[in-house]
């Protein structure tokens, strides 16, 4: 298995309180790319709101076997805590997964 950095784009279509924010960060704690060797290096945070912009990123940490599953479990992953925080996918709509970070061990 390979951990991967991956990063989620998406597009807050309705006001994100701070409330949800910290539910959101704190349901993707677990994935957070600053507990990783790469990530802390990085100083990576793992929300990052646009200034003037309703576009935002998320960077997560999983462990897959290829890319393409890695991408797919960060996607599902944002997508959980996107709903957790009280947001949907049409509320929240995702962009494409993109990998950022690659540590094979």
């Known amino acids: 298995m390979t951990v991967y950095v ?18 959101l ?6 994935a957070d790319p600053r507990t990783t060797e790469g990530g802390a290096s990085a100083d990576l945070d793992i929300l990052t709101c646009y200034p ?17 599953s890695a991408e797919a479990r960060a996607r599902e992953l944002v ?15 995702l962009g494409q997964p993109v990998i950022t970070g690659i540590d094979a061990k």
């Open 6 to 23: 991956v990063t989620v784009p998406g597009t807050f279509l309705r006001e994100f309180p701070a409330s949800a924010r910290k539910e």
């Open 25 to 30: 960060v704190r349901v993707l704690r677990p």
């Open 52 to 68: 003037d912009s309703p576009a935002f990123s998320l960077r997560l940490e999983v462990e897959a076997p290829d890319r393409a």
């Open 79 to 93: 997508a959980a805590a996107l709903r957790s925080a009280g947001l949907s996918e049409e509320e929240a709509p």
